[in-house]
């Protein structure tokens, strides 16, 4: 399966990537940035992450895969998620936070996410609707 990140946005930028490789555990998220597509294998048989974070509307956990991003600059930015084949995708985003530190640093005591979801659907859009410039988010 392969899930495919489509980001519009004028917030994060710069080049297409294809990742290889992605971490099952939130201190081990990989940056990605881009202006098209991002795809990436599915993580299967991964452990299930910390119960201590706060997973807001996702009701399990299975096979993670995290992601961190940085902002560029002021604005609001769609992330459009798909699957093919058509598989359900779910997802929880949290942040702001101030550095890439921060955010790591706040594995497994994660707060609320600041966008959520929980649904069978194969395509999911994350928003962040009013980002600032050096933001940090994980995914």
């Keep these: ?12 930028g710069v080049a297409a990537l294809h990742v290889q490789a992605q971490s099952p555990i939130c201190a081990g998220a ?16 991964t452990p299930n992450p910390p119960a201590s974070n706060d997973y807001g509307c996702l009701i399990t956990q299975p096979n993670p895969t995290w992601f961190y991003m940085s902002t560029t600059g002021a604005g609001s930015a769609i992330i459009n ?22 955010a790591l640093g706040n594995c497994g005591s994660l707060g609320a996410p600041v966008d959520c979801s929980y649904s069978p659907s194969a395509n999911e859009t994350v928003s962040i609707s009013s980002g600032g410039p050096g933001e940090f988010y994980l995914l």
């Design 1 to 12: 399966m392969k899930k495919i990140l489509l980001l519009l946005f004028s917030l994060f």
């Design 81 to 102: 998620l798909s699957s093919t084949p058509s598989q359900d995708i779910d997802f929880a985003l949290w942040g702001p936070f101030t550095s890439l530190g921060d």
């Design 30 to 45: 990989s940056e990605f940035c881009a202006e098209n597509n991002i795809s990436f294998p599915a993580s299967t048989n």
